[in-house]
């Protein structure tokens, strides 16, 4: 069974940083692309960043993602975040259209 959780969510200030991480399971994870989503209240679903099964890391923007293949755990560092940052934010294996139940993350002062 396909299992991803979130962690890492939270209250920050504008400016902040925050490193979401996803741990997985139930499927061979080294083999597989990762994403991060996002969702606002009233707006769809967007992608934030994916990774390929053989990259270690990609930047974009002001998120970086990254894998540890030997954790089974994808991660988002998210830097100077801003308001419009405020979501809650999904990990996904397309692979099988499988996402995790997600973290809330609120910008605010």
């Known amino acids: 069974q396909v299992k991803l959780v979130e962690s890492g969510g939270g209250l920050v200030q504008p400016g902040g940083s925050l490193r979401l991480s996803c741990t997985a399971s139930g499927f061979t994870f080294i083999t597989s692309a990762m994403s991060w989503y996002r969702q606002a209240p009233g707006k769809e679903r967007e992608l934030v960043a994916d990774?390929?099964?053989i990259a270690n890391m990609s930047v974009k923007g002001r998120f970086t993602i990254s894998r540890d293949n030997g954790k089974n755990t994808v991660y988002l560092q998210m830097n100077n975040l801003k308001p419009d940052d405020t979501a809650v934010y999904y990990c996904?294996?397309?692979?099988?259209?499988?996402w995790g139940q997600g973290t809330q993350v609120t910008v605010s002062s």
């Open positions: 996904y294996v397309r692979r099988f259209e499988s």
């Open positions: 990774i390929s099964a």
